[in-house]
């Protein structure tokens, strides 16, 4: 009954988060495509309230639009916020960390590499997206901050240092998840603090008849401009656990800080389109030669003392998704696989077996053979999908796994 409630909560949430999602960041998108096309007020022309203009043909007529100079006592009525969509997106995706992973966090743990328990797992991802926040707001605040260059290698810096931490105890998609969900709470904090925060100054300072002030204007803008470059990388890794090839390699850390960087760089010249005509030029040899790097890096093996046969059997593990239903400490779907060697198995018809490697071979290659007891016989055949080497790998994973379940 639990379980069936939280499926279908994490059902609600996943749709309410990719629409709202959809909605903010295509705000996101538009209001810089129109702040970077705004046609600039002459200087001399007779309205000096105008900063820009721009026409835009759709459904059938033309939006006129005008960026302007606010006036105390002409504040129109009514005036358009944009604040929900950016908050929705962040509750809706925390909500499903918490039902996700939080409930049992040992679903963000890899038994390979650390033998964190669930509860320590849970707070040491919410810890990061608090002294995550902390960091990078500190840091933009900062002297370093007011430079644009030194600012955004510090912001870096800092998600280079998170990957590699989580990346000693988290498995391949928490890890990209993790650093998805601490990026995008700097967004939503962004929001919340800095963007909104200014236009409540701008607007109090309005209502009690001072003029039009600017530099709020350009605070909020400086961090909107943070989020509009973090879009793409946010995106990437919350749709990562579709790409378990990059999250599964042993370079995984290497592989994300490759894509964060090309990606904000792709923002970045999409919107120095206007000015430079070389773009697409230097855009096509970008993402080139990122997806030459990230291809390498996806088969080198990492030269970390682990057992490279647990390891490989590991790499297999995810990128056959077996992870999509065999869920660490969640068994919804499918058994949970930690701890289950040498014990005994109940089956779906009465019987009891051991499980042993030839089981596990069985369950793997001819899984609809034994079903275990509680469960539909869902798991599809690996027969053909596995070369010997690496069924052998798998069962070598299989047997590592303890249970960090306490
Ligand atoms: C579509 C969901 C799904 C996928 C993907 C999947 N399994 Fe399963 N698996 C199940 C289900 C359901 C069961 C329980 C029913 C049964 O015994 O066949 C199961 C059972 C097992 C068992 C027996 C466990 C026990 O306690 O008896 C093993 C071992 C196993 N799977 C390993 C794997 C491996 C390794 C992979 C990836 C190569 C994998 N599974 C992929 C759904 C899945």
Known sequence: MESG??????ILLRFAHVVAAIMWIGNSLLFTWMELRL?????????????GH?????????????????????????????????????????????VLFYRDGSTLADATRSDLSGPASAGLSLAGLVIGWIYYDLLWRSP????????????????????????HYFNGRALY???????????????????????????RALESGQPHDPS???????????????????????????????????????????????????????????????????????????????AALIHRPSTSPVNPEITHG???FEAMACGSCHMQGVAQIAPSLHGIYGTQQALADGTTVLIDESYLRESILTPQAKIAAGFAPAMPSFQDRLSEEELSALIDYVRSLTPTNP
């Open 177 to 203: 998840l993790q650093i998805g969900a601490m990026m995008a709470t700097w967004m939503t904090a962004n929001v919340f603090v800095h963007i909104m925060g200014n236009q409540h100054r701008f607007m």
């Open 39 to 51: 046609i600039a007020r002459r200087s001399g022309a007779p309205d000096d309230d105008l900063i």
């Open 5 to 10: 409630f939280s499926e279908i909560a994490a």
């Open 216 to 294: 709020f204007g350009k605070r909020a803008k400086s961090r909107s401009l943070h989020n509009h470059h973090l879009t793409f990388p946010v995106l990437f890794l919350m749709l990562s656990a579709h790409f378990p090839r990059l999250h599964a390699a042993d370079l995984r850390v290497p592989i994300l800080l490759v894509t964060i960087l090309t990606l904000v760089a792709v923002k970045a010249l999409m919107n120095a389109r206007l000015h430079f005509r070389a773009w697409w030029i230097i855009l096509t040899a970008l993402v080139v030669s990122a997806t030459a790097i990230v």
């Open 54 to 98: 721009l026409d835009m043909l759709h459904g059938g007529g033309v939006f006129h639009l005008e960026k302007r100079i606010l006036r105390p006592g002409a504040i129109p009525v009514p005036l358009y916020w944009f604040k929900w969509q950016s908050y929705t997106t962040w509750l809706t995706g925390f909500s499903l960390l918490c």
């Open 314 to 316: 590991r790499q297999v």
């Open 144 to 167: 370093l901050g007011k430079n644009l260059w030194t600012g955004a290698i510090g912001t870096f810096v800092g998600i280079a240092a998170a990957a590699e931490f989580y990346g």
